[in-house]
């Protein structure tokens, strides 16, 4: 792609004053250029450290493709790929809400793991992971904080453990809240279909 001759040329120095000025406004009104919360947030049961490292080097073996299938009654094919040079995992499911693609990222922040789920229901609910079993089977990731989601007692996904029966076999159960409640949303059921790196999906409305 050639530049057009009228496009402006911005020197770094010049992009770090228009950053900087622009994240020194929205600070006060607690709005971050990345679009995530902004709010000093944490869970006292986060795992940091080396453990949260480690579970993401594990977590990484969800790259391929799954068929999936959901107590709610739908089921498909689901992909997860490494992103962004192996910064995130990412899911991409249009298998959920026909349609409609929903993403999951499972990424790094400093030295805890975070999962960030753009739902259908709107919101993007930020999880940190909580536990993660000994033996490499289980994590769960609890709510942090959020985007588009006025108040916790609007209705979001708060809550998703992983659970590896063996590589090529894992359910997802994730939890609801609403309300001052947390209810059981469904359990999703994957089968490995193909290792590394899938072709990315297409379609969404």
Same mark, same amino acid.
């Given at each position: 792609m050639t530049r057009s001759a009228s496009a402006p040329t911005w020197s /770094?120095? /010049?992009a770090s004053q228009?950053?900087?000025?622009?994240a020194m406004i929205l600070a006060p009104l607690g709005i971050g250029l990345?679009?995530?919360a902004t709010q000093s947030h944490t869970n006292p049961s986060e795992i940091r450290g080396p453990r949260a490292a480690a579970a993401y080097d594990l977590l990484k073996r969800l790259e391929g493709e799954w068929e999936s299938k959901s107590t709610k009654g739908w089921g498909g094919r689901v992909q997860w790929t490494?992103?962004?040079g192996g910064s995130a995992l990412c899911q991409f499911d249009n298998a959920a809400h026909p349609g409609q693609m929903m993403l999951t990222l499972i990424h790094p922040d400093g030295d805890r793991l975070l999962l960030t789920h753009f739902c259908a229901a709107k919101n993007q609910p /930020?999880?940190?992971l909580t536990r993660a079993s000994d033996d490499g089977k289980e994590f769960t990731f609890e709510f942090?904080?959020?985007?588009?989601l006025a108040s916790r007692d609007v209705g979001h996904m708060d809550q998703v453990t992983f659970t590896f029966d063996a590589d090529d076999n894992y359910t997802e159960r994730w939890m609801w809240y609403s309300k001052g409640k947390m209810s059981k949303m469904e359990d999703v059921v994957s089968r490995r279909i193909s290792r590394g790196t899938p072709s990315l999906p297409t379609g969404g409305k």
């Open positions: /770094r120095s /010049r228009v950053v900087l000025a622009l990345g679009g995530c490494m992103i962004a /930020r999880l940190v942090l904080d959020a985007t588009n």
